[in-house]
């Protein structure tokens, strides 16, 4: 068993309205994913520009003693932990606050309210300010692990703006830590032993250095985590970074001022685009694996035209198969410059 990267075209024929009438035959790719085989579709992008959503004046309507996370209130609106787990039940680590989630999605789910400002735009978000938000993510993890041991999966997560599913404007990320993983973190632990056990590699070392000789969606390494574009995308565009720690004691503030490096430099290429909402998953494994590897995803969330459609349709929830309209390929040529610098 190798990476292998395989699609299918396909063709609908008809007459184009906007060609005159033109008989035109329109491609679909259909990619199928090198290590799950689930399959992606590039569609066709008629190439209008994205635009993106200026929240300054709902940041407004809903800062100060609206919010429950800006300064005035994060200390008395959120709830806090027992502190037999953390001290005085929340962990406060610089301007990030640490508290349990309200309404958890998770055994274990902590919010980490980033930073004092209400409101950020992608090109205010500095490198300090993820990387202690990560990094507060990252301890209360350790001290759920010493206080229960049967944790297995951990997740740190990031909805950004309301596009995203992101309830309050104020910045903050999840937390999760459970016995029981996500579909997405099962599937991925399963092909990836398989790959293991077939091949005796681990498969994202493969799946990097296949992309480096191929040359066509490999993007960077920033520090402590390469940085490639996914063949078969989960979105408009999916970045993936695979981290040189394959467990969550092997993970330490190098890869967190990493991984905020390198958010900064994706943030610019998303507004250069049009786009100001995305979607972070950051999967890590409690326990070391030689088939598994500490990995971030991130994309892009949009509304699209005048009707401002979501980006997710029937294709992405019932048939569990992505759309993406931008070419990864080209996708990768144009963000190289953002992470070279």
């Known amino acids: 068993m190798s990476i ?12 184009d309205p906007m060609q005159d009438g033109k008989l035109i035959d329109r491609k679909t790719e259909i990619r199928m994913d090198p290590l799950t085989g689930e399959t992606s579709r590039i569609i066709f992008d008629p190439g209008a520009p994205f635009t993106s959503t ?17 300064p005035e209130n994060v200390h008395s609106f959120t709830p806090k932990f027992p502190n037999d787990l953390i001290e005085d039940g929340r962990l406060i680590q610089g301007e990030a606050v640490l508290f349990p989630n309200l309404f958890p999605y998770s055994k274990h789910n902590a919010v980490v ?26 301890n209360y993890l350790n001290k759920v692990i010493a206080q229960d041991p049967e944790t297995a999966y951990a997740s740190i997560n990031w909805n ?21 993983p996500t579909n997405y973190q099962l599937t991925t632990l399963a092909f990836s032993e398989q790959f293991h056990m077939e091949t005796g590699s681990n498969y994202y ?66 507004k250069s685009i049009g786009i100001a909402s995305f979607n972070l998953g950051l999967f890590i494994p409690i326990t070391k694996n030689k088939a598994d590897r500490v990995h971030v995803r991130i994309v892009p969330r949009l ?9 997710m349709n029937v294709f992405n929830f019932l048939h ?22």
């Open 4 to 15: 292998t990267f395989t699609a299918k075209e396909e063709f609908l024929t008809f007459h």
């Open 54 to 70: 200026d929240y300054s004046e709902l940041a407004k309507e809903t800062d100060g003693g609206k919010c429950p996370f800006c």
């Open 113 to 138: 309210r980033m930073c004092d400002q209400h409101y950020v735009k992608l090109d205010e978000f500095t490198a300090p300010v993820i990387a202690n938000s990560f990094s507060a993510a990252h």
């Open 160 to 180: 950004y703006l309301p596009p995203s599913g992101g309830s309050i404007l104020h910045p903050h990320i999840h937390v999760l830590a459970s016995e029981m």
């Open 205 to 270: 070392d493969s799946l990097i250095e296949s992309e480096r000789e191929i040359d066509e969606r490999f993007i960077a390494t920033v520090g402590s985590i390469d940085w490639i574009h996914a063949f078969a995308p989960k979105s408009h565009t999916d970045f993936i970074g695979i981290l040189d720690a394959s467990s969550l004691d092997e993970l330490d503030d190098t890869n967190w001022q990493d991984l905020a490096n390198s958010l900064t430099r994706f943030f610019l290429y998303f």
């Open 303 to 311: 509304t699209i035209g005048v009707l401002q459609t979501s980006d």
């Open 320 to 341: 569990g198969e992505p759309l993406c309209m931008k070419v990864p390929e080209q996708t990768t040529k144009e963000v190289v410059g953002y992470l070279k610098k």
